[in-house]
């Protein structure tokens, strides 16, 4: 398997994992797992789609759809968190003014 592709696994394996997280409700790690997740897709070279051919394309184009359906069930899950916050935080008593 070639760096691109172990790569792209690894963002499609990693990708389940923060949905696993998120549907579960731990965020610290969701966080930490998005930290891995944006290294390895900087990782990636811009001339990606010019660089693979066949069926390392194949897998590739795969491997990116696999990573795109668990992103898309994971947007709704952060989307509600970040509501449920934003309500906690309009709650909130404003600070006091400590001088």
Same mark, same amino acid.
Not at 89 to 97: C, G, N, Q, T, V
């Given at each position: 398997m070639t760096v691109v592709l172990?790569?792209?696994e690894q963002l499609a394996a990693l990708a389940e994992t923060m949905l696993g997280a998120a549907g579960l409700g731990e965020w610290e790690k969701l966080a930490s797992l998005e930290a891995r997740r944006q290294t390895l897709a900087n990782s990636l070279p811009a001339s990606l789609a010019n660089d693979l051919s066949g069926a390392t394309s194949t *897998? %590739?184009?795969?491997?990116?759809?696999?990573?795109?359906?668990h992103h898309h069930d994971l947007l709704p899950l952060v989307?509600?968190?970040?509501d449920e916050l934003r309500v906690v935080? *309009? %709650?909130?008593?404003?600070?006091?003014?400590i001088s």
């Open positions: 172990d790569t792209l *897998r %590739a184009q795969a491997l990116i759809e696999r990573y795109l359906r989307h509600a968190r970040l935080l *309009r %709650a909130a008593p404003p600070p006091s003014d």
